[in-house]
């Protein structure tokens, strides 16, 4: 037969023949693939005689490529199952196999083709179980390396707020704000001082985050939270068996938790006497010593202290011992009350309105101009927390897209600057009444809705406030 050149018996020729040059070609990829591996890799038949082994595979084994090729896996490896999963058509993942006394890790894999196994891949996982074991080992530190960072990532998080975030661009705030960053760069100890609600938490933030510590641990502590008998396990913590309920292994305290960091002592006005004393050891000779410990150890810690009651006050009726404030006192900042810095409230208006969408879900387009107008009339005796609960309240009762007066909780309107504003002609019984509520409604925001607490700052019992309550229409 002669063939053309160029005809299609020749055309058909030349594409077998780059076909097969492919073929080949991929072919010799595979074996290169194979031979490189790092595991070793055997590949057998549907009758269990080896077609293929890596270099790998033939050291492990002590052996030579060439002579275990075309071999039955029985001959040559020991304790082989490559034929039995050709029979079985079931793979076996993480066996253990033993072979020349070490027991290594092997998966068995069966190929089918028309849905019958032709051939079965062998993969050494680990030539030794101590391998495994080791890297079990690697893996278990590694996860504590993770566990670690992840803590100290969580501590050094422990502050949320910088200066930035402190809302307002008065000049009573911005002093604050401005001594409060100059102070910062030192381990000065600072006194905070300012009513409730004021935001003497977030200046405490702020100053670890603008010092040299803001990579080490924030740690809060309110004094107020704490049962006197909880006090110094609670700030100093305690040694294995140093009371009957002990955790066997002790327990840290807050101040050994914030060690090379800065600690925050909130309402230190509520320490009992015998905690000041050994307060003030800390503040002196920089180290602690946990109920039950023989001795006592060093502690490198910044103190950031805040009171809503003046200190000055309390050491004139020996309720605050006055070494300890002298400590404190080291730099104070007075912080602003919101009825002395009426020029911040739209704008901290506006910033809590945005926060309050996002928690809340409610979409707000601001407040009207008589909304922010009642805003400015109101005397804030719970400062920045009181207008973020007046606000998250109208966001809840407003019908439209913004905020109006109507909106406005009616007990905030109660109130002295309002009332003169409306011209309402008061007796004296109905001034009183109105008073009262008014009270009463404040310090219920003062006391973050705690009713109990509440009442005993009133002097009146629980029965009477809730009594109150119900006879003055007060919602909260």
């Not at 309402?267 to 015998?274: A, D, T, Y």
């Not at 001795?295 to 009651?309: G, Y």
């Not at 911040?344 to 601001?366: F, N, S, W």
Request: aromatic content about 6%; some cysteine.
């Amino acid at each position: 037969m002669n063939i053309r050149l160029g005809g299609w018996v020749h055309r058909l020729l030349r594409r077998l023949s780059d076909r097969a040059a492919q073929a080949d070609k991929s072919l010799d990829m595979l074996e290169v693939a194979i031979d490189s591996a790092y595991e070793g890799l055997i590949i057998t038949d549907a009758e269990g005689v080896i077609l293929k082994v890596n270099k790998a595979y033939a050291d492990f084994l002590g052996r030579r490529v060439d002579e275990m090729v075309g071999r039955h896996a029985t001959e040559v490896v020991e304790n082989t199952r490559m034929h039995i999963v050709a029979k079985t058509g079931e793979p076996e993942i993480a066996h253990i196999q033993k072979i020349n006394g070490h027991e290594m890790i092997a998966n068995r894999i069966p190929i089918f083709r028309d849905g019958k196994v032709v051939a079965v891949v062998g993969k050494v996982m680990f030539q030794d179980v101590d391998d495994l074991f080791a890297m079990i080992d690697r893996f278990k530190r590694l996860k504590n390396e993770l566990e670690y960072y992840k803590t100290e990532l969580s501590k050094r998080l422990g502050a949320k707020y910088s200066f930035d975030k402190i809302v307002g661009a008065s000049q009573a705030l911005e002093a604050v704000k401005a001594l409060g960053r100059k102070v910062a760069r030192s381990d000065t100890t600072v006194l905070l001082e300012g009513e409730s609600g004021t935001g003497k938490e977030m200046f405490a933030h702020a100053i670890h985050i603008a010092s040299g510590r803001a990579l080490g641990p924030f740690i809060k502590v309110n004094c107020a939270a704490i049962p006197e008998t909880l006090f110094e396990s609670e700030l100093f913590g305690y040694t294995e068996g140093a009371f009957t309920g002990a955790h066997k292994k002790g327990k840290k305290g807050k101040f050994a938790l914030a060690d090379k960091g800065t600690i925050f002592l909130d309402e230190v006005s509520e320490l009992p006497l015998s905690m000041q004393v050994k307060l003030l050891r800390v503040l002196q000779e920089r180290e602690v010593e946990p109920v039950g410990a023989e001795q006592p150890h060093a502690v490198d810690v910044r103190i950031v202290a805040a009171s809503n009651k003046g200190l000055e006050e309390l050491v004139e009726k020996s309720l605050f011992r006055s070494d300890l404030y002298y400590r404190l006192n080291v730099v104070r900042l007075q912080i602003p009350p919101l009825r002395e810095r009426k020029e911040d409230i739209p704008v901290l208006a506006e910033h809590m309105l945005r926060q309050l969408e996002k928690e809340t879900g409610i979409p707000v387009e601001g407040l009207e101009p008589a909304a922010t107008e009642a805003l400015m009339a109101h005397s804030w005796p719970g400062n920045v927390r009181e207008l973020h609960n007046i606000l998250e309240q109208s966001m809840h009762l407003k019908t439209g897209t913004l905020i109006t007066r109507r909106d406005i909780p009616k007990a905030m309107l109660i109130d002295a600057g309002t009332l003169a504003t409306q011209c309402i002609p008061l007796t004296l019984k109905s001034h009183v009444a109105q008073l009262e509520k008014e009270l009463i409604h404040r310090t219920i925001l003062d006391s973050t809705g705690d009713k109990c607490a509440a009442a005993t700052r009133l002097g009146i019992s629980k029965s009477s406030l809730y009594a109150k309550i119900q006879q003055h229409g007060i919602t909260l």
